[in-house]
Nanobody, 124 residues
Framework: QVQLVESGGGSVQPGGSLRLSCAAS????????MEWFRQAPGKEREFVAA????????LYADPVKGRLTISRDNAKNTVSLQMNSLKPEDTAVYYC?????????????????WGKGTLVTVSP
């Protein structure tokens, strides 16, 4: 069982930065692929970024490549999402998720655990 708690959301102007964090409970954190998804109002939940258990490889959705960076600290059971050059279209609730199989990384229905989300609003 893994519990995930996100933090760090808020309001920022276009071009600004935020850093999201996800704290995980449980001793098996280092065995999970960790991911970030987001869901904008009226839209489906979409994949944002993923990082393998060792932290040695990452994947990003095309709209966020070069602007968002996922990282993890297995000693602290945390995964982070550094968000730079934010755009209004990045406005969404951001969710942390734990996944047991790397190949499922884009499929929200395959995630084993979810956090409750943190809201990011990008507006002038």
């Amino acid at each position: 069982q893994v519990q995930l708690v996100e933090s760090g959301g808020g309001s920022v102007q276009p071009g600004g930065s935020l850093r999201l964090s996800c704290a995980a409970s449980g001793s098996t954190f280092s065995s999970y692929t960790m991911e970030w998804f987001r869901q904008a109002p009226g839209k489906e939940r979409e994949f944002v970024a993923a990082i393998i258990p060792s932290g040695g490889s990452t994947l990003y959705a095309d709209p966020v490549k070069g602007r968002l960076t996922i990282s993890r600290d297995n000693a602290k059971n945390t995964v982070s999402l550094q968000m730079n050059s934010l755009k209004p279209e990045d406005t969404a609730v951001y969710y942390c998720a734990a996944n047991t199989r790397w190949s499922w990384y884009q499929d929200p229905t395959r995630m084993s655990y979810w956090g409750k989300g943190t809201l990011v609003t990008v507006s002038p």
